[in-house]
Nanobody, 117 residues
Framework: QVQLVESGGGLVQAGGSLRLSCAAS??????MGWFRQAPGKEREFVAA?????LYADSVQGRITISRDGAKNTVYLQMNALKPEDTADYYC???????????????WGQGTQVTVSS
């Protein structure tokens, strides 16, 4: 069985930082990444990584994705957080580096990030 387990979410004040982690088990993946969804909003691509990195324009400069291949774990370092970053963050995995949700066939359960002012 394949599992993607996120951790590191929580409540943080605006301007603070968080590091999300996602540990994959059951197999390895060429691509791992992150989507997010705020209440009442559509699912939004955040970042993904294989040997390169892909970022949404809206988060580039504040968010950094990285990967530890030996641990089969992907990280999302988020700095200078804003209230509009509040969302459920989902770890994803699949064969293609893409900003399209349909390209990812494995999804985690999500971790909540709340940014207060």
């Amino acid at each position: 069985q394949v599992q993607l387990v996120e951790s590191g979410g929580g409540l943080v004040q605006a301007g603070g930082s968080l590091r999300l982690s996602c540990a994959a088990s059951g197999r390895t993946f060429l691509v791992m990444g992150w989507f997010r969804q705020a209440p009442g909003k559509e699912r939004e691509f955040v970042a993904a990584i294989n040997w390169s990195s892909l970022y949404a324009d809206s988060v580039q400069g504040r968010i950094t994705i990285s990967r530890d291949g030996a641990k089969n774990t992907v990280y999302l370092q988020m700095n200078a957080l804003k209230p509009e970053d509040t969302a459920d963050y989902y770890c994803v995995a699949g064969p293609h580096l893409s900003s399209r949700a349909g390209q990812y066939n494995y999804w985690g359960q999500g971790t909540q990030v709340t940014v207060s002012s």
